[in-house]
């Protein structure tokens, strides 16, 4: 394994930021590339079938081109739909991002867990077997919000977004029978922890939490005993189709200078 070989992250758009940002903390001269797929963004609307489809294929083009040491799905929609049809697809270790149910099934107190996803996400088979397995005594209730995966986009972009925006679009999950007594919810999309500030400000007795950091410790097991340059390089992200101009100086803090399309 050659030390440039790059983690691959991958998502609809930019949540996958909020995986890759703890992944630089544990590794920090990671090579990294990181696509987004815009072009059909956003996943969360759209079909079990198209992504299951188009998410394998994007990932074999994606592979080839960067060969990556491995391959990070960096979106709870891809991995609880495609997660087993990429790794069938790809010859190189994949890690998927899914609904972090089983800490929050440990932590709360009231035994009533919200997962906010994308509405694909909320409405997956994977999520009610993660909840039978680790969360059987909990209630969960789950809410899923496209406004959401788009109001942290433009909070990203630099855009001026509405708090009030962001909390009304999560609040259908407080407002359900029982939802007055989560005390735990599951930002299960990648888009969500860049917006999580806010929610925590209006849910202060609410722990919101996301499977970010174990996904980074996964990542550095997996890759354990690899060679990594002495620096960190310069980190690309790929776009399947034009990204806003904002949004390329928004993803430098990120250590993603190179912007290139598929
Ligand atoms: N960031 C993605 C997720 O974790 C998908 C957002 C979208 O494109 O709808 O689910």
Not at 50 to 71: C, D, H, S
Not at 215 to 221: G, L, T, V
Not at 243 to 256: R, S, W
Request: glycine share 8%; charged share 15%.
């Amino acid at each position: 394994m050659s030390s440039d070989a790059p983690i691959l992250f991958f998502d609809s758009g930019i949540g996958g930021l909020s995986i890759l940002e703890p992944t630089r903390a544990l590794i920090p001269t990671a090579p990294i590339v990181y696509a987004a797929d815009n072009a059909a963004f956003p996943y969360g609307t759209r079909s079990e079938t198209e992504i299951a489809a188009r998410v394998p294929a994007l990932l074999g083009r994606l592979t080839e081109r960067v060969r990556p040491r491995l391959v990070v799905i960096a979106c709870n929609t891809a991995s609880t739909i495609a997660l087993d049809h990429v790794r069938a697809a790809l010859d190189v270790p994949v890690v998927g991002t899914v609904p972090a149910i089983k800490p929050a099934a440990e932590q709360t107190k009231t035994k009533i867990i919200g997962v906010l996803g994308t509405q694909a996400t909320v409405r997956q088979p994977y999520v009610d077997n993660l909840s039978a397995q680790y969360a059987a005594d909990c209630t969960v209730l789950r809410h899923g919000s496209a406004a959401l995966v788009e109001l942290a986009e433009q909070r990203l972009a630099g855009e001026d977004v509405d708090t009030q925006a962001v909390v009304g679009a999560a609040q259908p999950l407080f407002d359900q029978p029982g939802g007055d007594r989560i005390d735990t919810v599951v930002l299960a999309c990648t888009h969500f922890p860049l917006l999580a500030d806010w929610l925590r400000a209006a849910h202060p007795g609410v722990a919101f939490i996301d499977g970010g950091q174990g996904i980074a410790r996964r990542i550095a097991y997996l890759t354990n005993g690899q060679q990594w340059p002495s620096t960190a390089p310069e980190g690309t992200a790929i776009f399947t189709a034009t990204p806003p101009p904002a949004l390329a100086k928004a993803l430098a803090p990120y250590g993603l200078t190179r912007i290139t399309s598929l």
